[in-house]
């Protein structure tokens, strides 16, 4: 069993930036694949980012790439995504999640899918004002 708890959300001007982070309990935290999804308002939820269980492989959609940075710190058990240059278009609530299934693995298909995650946390609402 994983809970999951985002924060850090809020209100930026274009251009700002925000960093979310998702606190983690469980047992399974240290060996799961993290993605960060999110969701705007009359859409699907999307992929943004996933991290494997060290954090030293990572992948990025490529609406977010070069301007979001997924981390984590397993001894906090805790997710980061950094933003940065925030544009109106990354308007949406985010969401961490956890696929306690991977146990060490890192496939990047089954990563950015919504159907791996088997966790999810309540969501935290970014809102990028022009």
């Known amino acids: 069993q994983v809970q999951l708890v985002e924060s850090g959300g809020g209100l930026v001007q274009a251009g700002g930036s925000l960093r979310l982070s998702c606190a983690a309990s469980?047992?399974?935290?240290?060996?799961?694949?993290m993605g960060w999804f999110r969701q705007a308002q009359g859409k699907e939820r999307e992929f943004v980012a996933a991290?494997?269980?060290?954090?030293?492989?990572?992948y990025y959609a490529d609406s977010v790439k070069g301007r979001f940075t997924i981390s984590r710190d397993n001894a906090k058990n805790t997710v980061y995504l950094q933003m940065i240059s925030l544009k109106p278009e990354d308007t949406a609530v985010y969401h961490c999640?956890?696929?306690?299934?991977?146990?060490?693995?890192?496939?990047?298909?089954?990563?950015?899918?919504?159907?791996?995650?088997?966790?999810w946390g309540q969501g935290t609402q970014v809102t990028v004002s022009s």
């Open positions: 469980g047992r399974t935290f240290s060996s799961s694949v």
């Open positions: 999640a956890a696929d306690s299934s991977s146990r060490f693995s890192f496939i990047i298909p089954r990563a950015r899918s919504v159907d791996a995650y088997d966790y």
């Open positions: 991290v494997n269980w060290s954090g030293g492989s990572t």
